[in-house]
């Protein structure tokens, strides 16, 4: 199935769900920036944190004053920073992917007066959509252009990714809804690689894991 039918599809459950719980429903709009890296046992020392986009679409279910379930539809590049001297200029290059992820969040909340706070944590699956590189040497200006994902013999770039995602947040109340601060931290599990056959002796796995900080605003539905 496509792409873009999972997404559309995704997009018709949550808002069936919306109209039948709308009682106790919330809706959102967050934006802010990621910070990922790349682990690999071979290349820890080498691959650094690179910086990126986050877009998200919460939609949160309270079950009680103390408890909810927050499904998101979310936009998120995840990276890594390579650095390196080259005829005595210092060379960055940045590998990047953009990703559309459905986690699933288990939200602990709780109320402190003016404002209150939520512990979450949840799994995620996320699906690959573009590849990209940015290279930066000495102080030029940044070049940018698109990488295919791998697909040589029986290699292949993995594009659909599971994941943990756990943090924090904080809003709030302004006017109709809330003010919303939130700061999480992802943890991948697949293998950004993966082969039709069998893996080629020693070869070490490789995942995606960092931070997400971003700021939006949520409004309660219905009554």
Known sequence: MKLS?????????MFTVTNVFSQNMSI???????????????????AKYTMGLNFAIPFEYSFSPKFAIQPELNFT????????????????IAVKT??????VL????????????????????????KRFLVEKIGEADSQ??????????DAKSQRWEFSAVGGLSSAMNLGYGSL???????????????????????????TNSGCILSLGYIIPIGG
Not at 98 to 103: D, I, Q, S, W
Not at 106 to 129: C, E, N, W
Not at 148 to 153: C, H, L, S, T
Not at 187 to 203: A, I, L, R, V
């Open 5 to 13: 039918k999972i997404f559309f599809i995704t997009i018709a459950i």
């Open 28 to 46: 959102g709009l967050r934006t802010g920036a990621t910070y990922f890296t790349i682990n690999n046992d071979e290349i820890n020392d080498d």
């Open 77 to 92: 590049q995840k990276g890594v920073l390579f650095e390196e001297m080259e005829v005595g200029e210092n060379v960055e």
């Open 98 to 103: 953009n990703y559309f992820e459905l986690p």
């Open 106 to 129: 288990f939200k602990s909340k709780h109320q402190t007066g003016k404002f209150d706070f939520s512990l979450f944590v949840g799994p995620s699956i996320g699906y690959a959509t």
């Open 144 to 153: 940018k252009m698109d990488v295919d994902f791998i697909d040589e013999g």
């Open 180 to 206: 919303i601060l939130d700061v999480r931290y992802s943890y991948g599990f697949s293998d950004n690689t993966k082969f039709s056959g069998d893996q080629p002796e020693g070869w070490e796995k490789t």
